[in-house]
């Protein structure tokens, strides 16, 4: 029989809406998400530390928020010193994996900041066909970096492909590392059986069926790369949804009008972002997001058909946890790394622009017997917890040095709460995009380094978002209320690594 001790096994998503679920959203179809939503509990109010996706990813495993462990914003490192849940697990005598994206580091390298995510690393076939680890406290790790067919694919996939019959693989990606010019749109040509959700889902059950023959307890993350755009998906998936039949976001008159300068910008031919420039590096949803409306209800249908294709792996791997006898002693989460737009307040793909659409996201666990089935759970979640929350559940000492909150006892329904507000950190520049927004339990705030401006929202009278309280007299009492509770909140989230241990 397997090691009853408990093992947590972590599966992601990218970029996905936090509506996106069939249980909840009859117009898409997730039944084997839906199964898991059913068996474990909801979190309905769960966000991420950030809306992009280095940053985000390495809170997941850090336990530490961006401006904490270094990776910033999209483009930077993860530095190699900072301490990972997955190195409490291995001390512990745990197996660690990751498999699919790990995207702790950037396309770029440099003698400074070495990447082995970068270009051409990518790309050298014989140096991964030897590294599977370690890699960030992940003993074995089984790694992709492209998006449905970009350029980049390489690493581990690629040589996958190969080994299960795929030569040509090139053919189905674009230049200059495929030979495949991107002209396809919505239907992606790859065969599904050489989707990467098929690579991840295989290669996350073998070492499932290694770990049960092995008796080994194991920490394990299955990140996949779906849905995040571009919106390409094999077939039947791309026609899986009738666009005509979705309910398509789109923006209300005006609606912009008293949100700051880069909302409304997004909405002209040729808006000029360049005050909003620093790095010289690309700025995410700071363009104009009029571009290919008449498309926008077939790539939500695609979207979607991405979702469905991702879930279809995603049950694949939870039957696998059945079949080994290891469901009844593994946690199970399910999120992703951040929220997605798409067309909603006319908005496109992710920038700074923190709705509920960008920043909240899809959060489920699941653990059989203690963790209660079939529930909802309004309580106030974000992805620095879970590292902690992992370490507590499986009798691990927590890192003095990780600033998330033990959710444990919310997990198992003793408690409501452990947390009274969220913070999301978006510093996509070193000063021109550089906002931090605070949520509570109804009113949610974002502040921009050095602007006048702002955003204020009563997520209870306007859960849309479309009236920005930031300038309304008639608020500027609670204005400065929720601004001192966020500076509260924000000094208090300093872990002290460091105890005091006597008067001087």
Not at 189 to 212: C, F, G, S
Not at 270 to 287: M, R, V
Not at 427 to 439: A, C, K, Q, S, Y
């Amino acid at each position: 029989m397997p090691n009853k001790k408990t093992n947590v096994l972590l599966i992601t998503s990218d970029q996905q809406h936090w509506n996106t679920i069939g249980r909840f959203n009859k117009e898409i179809r997730t039944p084997n998400l839906d199964k898991l939503a059913i068996e474990g509990t909801v979190f309905t109010r769960a966000y991420c530390t950030n809306p992009t996706c280095t940053p985000c990813r390495a809170s997941i495993i850090t336990g530490k928020y961006p401006s904490q462990h270094g990776a910033w914003s999209l483009g930077t490192k993860l530095p190699e010193t900072e301490h990972t849940v997955g190195e409490d697990f291995s001390n512990a005598g745990y197996r660690t994996a990751l498999i699919g994206k790990a995207h702790f580091q950037p396309l770029g390298s440099t003698k400074e900041f070495p990447s082995l995510e970068s270009i051409p690393t990518l790309h050298d076939f014989k140096f991964w066909k030897k590294f599977h680890g370690p890699f960030y406290g992940f003993e074995h790790v089984d790694l992709a970096r492209n998006h449905t067919d970009e350029y980049l694919v390489g690493q581990h996939y690629a040589l996958w492909m190969e080994e299960n019959g795929l030569n040509n693989w090139r053919d189905f990606f674009s230049p200059p590392t495929g030979t495949k010019p991107r002209e396809q749109t919505h239907k992606w040509l790859l065969p599904e059986k050489y989707h990467y959700n098929k690579w991840i889902a295989d290669r996350t059950n073998v070492l499932l069926e290694q770990y049960a023959k092995q008796k080994d307890n194991f920490f394990l993350w299955s990140s996949f790369f779906d849905p995040h755009p571009p919106y390409l998906v094999p077939e039947p998936w791309d026609t899986m949804y009738d666009p005509d039949k979705l309910s398509i976001p789109s923006i209300k008159p005006g609606e912009h009008k008293n949100n700051p300068p880069h909302f409304g910008l997004t909405q002209e031919k040729e808006p000029d972002f360049t005050p909003w420039k620093e790095s010289g590096y690309a700025l995410h949803g700071f363009h104009t997001h009029l571009r290919n409306l008449h498309s926008l209800p077939k790539d939500i249908a695609v979207y979607y058909g991405m979702i469905s294709l991702m879930d279809k792996y995603i049950g694949r791997i939870l039957d696998k946890l059945n079949t080994l006898g290891l469901a009844e002693n593994t946690l199970v989460v399910f999120s992703t790394d951040h929220g997605h737009l798409f067309g909603q307040h006319g908005l496109k793909a992710k920038g700074a622009f923190h709705y509920e659409d960008m920043i909240k996201i899809p959060f489920i666990v699941r653990y059989p017997g203690k963790v209660p089935a079939n529930r909802q759970s309004d309580s106030l979640q974000s992805l620095v917890d879970l590292a902690p929350t992992f370490l507590s559940m499986t009798g691990i000492p927590v890192p003095r040095t990780m600033a998330g909150i033990d959710q444990a006892d919310v997990w198992f329904g003793k408690k409501h709460t452990a947390r009274d507000s969220v913070i999301i950190e978006n510093r996509h520049e070193p000063t021109t995009v550089n906002l931090r927004t605070f949520v509570n339990d109804r009113y949610k705030i974002t502040v921009y380094y050095n602007k006048p401006y702002g955003e204020l929202f009563d997520l209870k009278t306007d859960p849309c978002e479309l009236n920005n309280l930031w300038n309304n007299k008639k608020y500027q009492y609670l204005k400065s209320k929720l601004l001192l509770r966020f500076l509260h909140t924000e000094m208090g989230k300093e872990p002290l690594w460091m105890p005091r241990i006597a008067h001087a």
